[in-house]
């Protein structure tokens, strides 16, 4: 079972200076890669907690800075992804101040979304689109109503 200190360990495969120069998919191979290592039960622990993560941070304030994408549903859940796959410290330290959410439109991070997924196709075999692990909460922009 994967909890709160391995999630952030796994985010740690994040190629940070792919990232930085905006090669989302390149930076999250790394992840995929161990992800891909692990049984299907933890890859839907890991997307539990993913999800959690963005919903945590899903709100006005986070939203009202975070520049121009804060300003669309879809843009504003990449720059909140872009904050995870940045590790905890980052994570933390924006959670805990929302003026320190990414600000530009190429701090966007949309693969991470799609990390578990591909390790559960590649785990099992099967077709990517065959994922049908549903959280118990939405990482939808506006999905935490209480932040909004």
Same mark, same amino acid.
């Given at each position: 079972m994967i909890e709160g200190p391995e999630f952030w360990r796994l985010i740690e495969n994040v190629d940070r200076e792919a990232l930085q120069e905006g090669d989302e998919d390149s930076a999250v191979e790394p992840l995929v890669d161990a992800l891909s290592q692990l049984g299907e039960a933890d890859i839907r622990d890991f997307e539990t907690i993913l999800t959690?993560?963005? @919903? +945590?941070? +899903?709100?006005? #304030?986070? #939203?009202e800075n975070a520049g121009r994408s804060g300003q669309s549903g879809d843009g504003f859940l990449y720059a909140r992804c872009y904050v995870v796959a940045n590790g905890q410290t980052h994570y933390d330290n924006v959670k805990a101040d929302p003026t320190r959410m990414p600000k530009s439109l190429d701090e966007w991070c949309e693969a991470l979304l799609y990390v578990s997924q591909r390790a559960w196709a590649n785990v099992t075999g099967r077709d990517e689109e065959e994922? %049908?692990?549903?959280?118990?909460? %939405? @990482?939808?922009?506006g999905s935490n109503a209480a932040n909004w």
């Amino acid at each position: 079972m994967i909890e709160g200190p391995e999630f952030w360990r796994l985010i740690e495969n994040v190629d940070r200076e792919a990232l930085q120069e905006g090669d989302e998919d390149s930076a999250v191979e790394p992840l995929v890669d161990a992800l891909s290592q692990l049984g299907e039960a933890d890859i839907r622990d890991f997307e539990t907690i993913l999800t959690q993560c963005l @919903y +945590d941070i +899903d709100g006005r #304030a986070y #939203a009202e800075n975070a520049g121009r994408s804060g300003q669309s549903g879809d843009g504003f859940l990449y720059a909140r992804c872009y904050v995870v796959a940045n590790g905890q410290t980052h994570y933390d330290n924006v959670k805990a101040d929302p003026t320190r959410m990414p600000k530009s439109l190429d701090e966007w991070c949309e693969a991470l979304l799609y990390v578990s997924q591909r390790a559960w196709a590649n785990v099992t075999g099967r077709d990517e689109e065959e994922w %049908s692990h549903n959280t118990p909460l %939405s @990482y939808e922009t506006g999905s935490n109503a209480a932040n909004w």
